[in-house]
């Protein structure tokens, strides 16, 4: 089955830094690779999703990336905010008419003001 | 758009009991996931439901864990009986099956279990 490592585990940056986030998984075949962000005792939510037709994808200060041939996706936050503190998971899919995703087991990230 | 529901929110039992959780997914969603998330860990998927039918339920101990969707909406998980590795918090999400091949999932808050 799809195996997700996450890296780092914890990730501490100072307000106005960039914070990026590393994955890799083992399964060729998957094709979709979505972010989640979970706030303390909250549920996950999507930020930003990719798939594997795609090298680069950005929305405002997140940005995705996706090297297929090294089976690797990173999270790229820029100008990083206080309320960007929370735990990021990414996760890795194959999309078929029900996709399955295997989730990477999370980074915290402190952002400082 | 009202979101996944899912209860309780809280629920304390002692090992060996018996324990329930319900997920209403949002309306019109085909795919409906049971995840289990151990503090400190990425979610991890127990069972997943494609309408009214399991689509992979290879990570679910099925000695004690059970789970049924009825109808193809509303979703019940049962661990019976329950081990003290079990206390985690279950999630349940949902995705919409559409032309597309939307994967987004939509999680509800989560049921907190604590097993003494």
């Known amino acids: 089955g799809e195996n997700v490592e996450q890296h780092p585990s914890t990730l501490s940056v100072q307000e106005g830094d960039s914070a990026v986030i590393k994955c890799t998984y083992s399964d060729s075949a998957s094709n979709y690779f979505p972010w989640y962000k979970q706030e303390l005792g909250k549920r996950p939510q999507l930020i930003i999703d990719i798939r594997s037709n795609v090298g680069e994808k950005k929305d405002q200060r997140i940005a995705v990336t996706l090297n297929k041939t090294a089976k690797h996706f990173s999270l790229h936050i820029t100008e990083t905010q206080p309320e960007d503190s929370a735990v990021y998971f990414c996760?890795?899919?194959?999309?078929?008419?029900?996709?399955?995703?295997?989730f990477g087991d999370g980074t915290t990230l402190t952002v400082k003001p | 758009e009202a979101g996944v529901a899912q209860s309780p929110r809280y629920k304390i039992i002692e090992k060996r009991q018996s324990v329930a959780f319900w997920c209403n997914p949002i309306s019109g969603h085909a795919t409906l996931y049971w995840y289990q998330q151990i503090l400190g860990q990425g979610p991890k998927l127990l069972i997943q439901f494609q309408n009214n039918g399991v689509v992979d339920d290879s990570q679910l101990p099925k000695d004690r864990f059970s789970a049924e969707r009825l109808k193809g909406v509303d979703s019940t998980l049962k661990i019976q009986p329950a081990k003290l590795e079990d206390s985690a918090v279950y999630l349940c999400?949902?995705?919409?099956?559409?032309?597309?091949?939307?994967?987004?999932?939509?999680f509800g808050p989560g049921t907190r279990l604590t097993v003494l």
């Open positions: 996760a890795a899919s194959i999309r078929t008419n029900a996709g399955k995703s295997t």
């Open positions: 999400a949902s995705s919409p099956l559409d032309r597309a091949l939307t994967d987004t999932q939509y």
